[in-house]
């Protein structure tokens, strides 16, 4: 069970969310405005924000935007709901910190099996640290038990996505991984969705790593794959 908090305006979309993840046995809190929602964001502890963008009062952008920059609140899961379909949406939404991007209208057992999928990345690791739980790779170092990342000693905050991405990644460092893998693999999506999210996903790792962000390289026209050696400091990708 997981505490979800859905954001929308609409009575009866509302209603239908929260009456559907309820019977997957969630429980379920509401919110139909963008300050209300941040309310009970600081409130409740939450597993994962349903999120509408077109709000009448705060866009939904402004809430995950606030939301991921809070140190408090970042770690919380946060999937926009929205009729804008555009790339350049879904990409802004990414960039901002979503963790998946849900366009209206929508089949309610999707929604449901995403919903699933995000929590199971976000979920936290309750065991001690073993091993194959931690790396240190050149100026990298990751705790994945822990949720902690530092480069060159100073510590970086990863959301659960990112952090799935860049161990994925590694353990298959040196081989390439397309994008239809990754998607697969990391968000459990089919396929057939929009690659532009890997794409977007990739930069944001890229820019939170800094100088560790050269070992995620870009293999032009197949994907992405993780430096054999941390030796390699040159970027094969131009990007």
Known sequence: MARILVVEDESDIRQILAYNLGQAGHEVFTA???????????????????????????????VCRQLKSDPALREVPVMMLTARSEEI?????????????VVKPFSVRELILRVQAVLRRARPVTSGAQPEDELIFGHLRVDRSAHRTWVDGEEITLTPLEMKLLWTLYQRRGRVQTRATLLDEVWEAS???????????????????????????TVRGIGYRFAASADRTDDSSGE
């Open 32 to 62: 139909d405005r963008g300050a209300a929602a941040l309310d009970l964001v600081q409130k409740e502890r939450l597993d994962l924000v349903l999120l509408d963008l077109m709000l009448p009062d705060i866009s939904g952008l402004e």
């Open 89 to 101: 949406d879904r990409v802004v939404g990414f960039e901002l910190g979503a963790d998946d991007y």
């Open 191 to 217: 396929p057939e969705n929009n690659t532009r999210t890997v794409d977007t996903h990739i930069k944001r790792l890229r820019e939170k790593l800094g100088l560790a962000g050269v070992y995620v390289e």
